[in-house]
């Protein structure tokens, strides 16, 4: 089992539509977690850090933690085809590793 | 503010070569981490410095090596490439060493090609 795993993708919405991205953690003890964007050739970029269970907001991007599911997930609410990139799921681990995920390539078309 | 740097952007070596790569962390950040990203992937830990120290370290053989200096700025090194070596090789800074309410700070990376 993959310590951070994600879907693949490619997962494609249409322009103005919520994509759902999803995450989930093999250590029960991490603290912290983390998605970063990566456009092609480019290095992964932060969008949102998420500590404790529940949502957090922040423009048009949601992050969603459960850590009793071992679950993460974020939401992107009025999808732009400047979305379109690779999402990445990093996660903290109790050894203070950051883990990421393979990445889900999102696709948003006009 | 600068952000995190790293040189050079693009390097092509032989097999069974020796490869530096470099990166300077971002303004007020003190530790650095080195990950490698093949085609597709997810980035893969290499190793971490703090204090000029390797504090962590992934799943990568003894051929991987580094060095942080005392103004923070970091080198990997690469001994005996092999064709899978073939990777962006990304340098991130943070600000402490469990970087818990740090997040990690990318630099643009270093695309390395090994023929």
């Known amino acids: 089992q993959k310590e951070v795993e994600q879907n693949s993708g490619p997962l494609s919405v249409p322009e103005g539509a919520i994509a759902s991205l999803n995450c989930t953690y093999s250590?029960?003890?991490?603290?912290?977690f983390f998605w970063y964007r990566q456009y092609s050739g480019k290095s992964p970029e932060l969008i949102m850090s998420?500590?404790?269970?529940g949502d957090k907001e922040d423009g048009r991007f949601t992050a969603q933690l459960n850590k009793a599911s071992q679950y993460v997930s974020l939401l992107i609410r009025d999808s732009q085809p400047s979305d379109s990139a690779t999402y990445l799921c990093?996660?903290?681990?109790?050894?203070?590793?950051?883990?990421f995920g393979q990445g889900t390539e999102l696709s948003v078309k006009p | 503010d600068a952000g995190v740097t790293q040189s050079p952007t693009h390097l092509i070596k032989t097999r069974g070569q020796q490869v530096t790569l470099r990166c300077s962390p971002k303004?007020?950040?003190?530790?650095v981490s080195w990950y490698q990203q093949a085609l597709g992937q997810g980035p893969q830990f290499i190793f971490q410095y703090y204090e000029e120290e390797e504090r962590q370290r992934g799943n990568f053989p003894d051929r991987f090596s580094g060095h942080q200096f005392p103004n923070y700025s970091s080198e990997l090194n690469v001994n005996a490439l092999l064709l899978g070596d073939s990777a962006l090789y990304l340098c991130a800074s943070s600000l402490g060493l469990r970087g818990v309410n740090s997040p990690l700070h990318f630099g643009n990376g270093t695309r390395l090609t090994v023929t």
């Open positions: 303004s007020g950040h003190d530790t």
């Open positions: 250590d029960r003890g991490s603290q912290s």
């Open positions: 990093a996660v903290l681990n109790q050894g203070g590793k950051l883990i």
């Open positions: 998420i500590y404790s269970n």
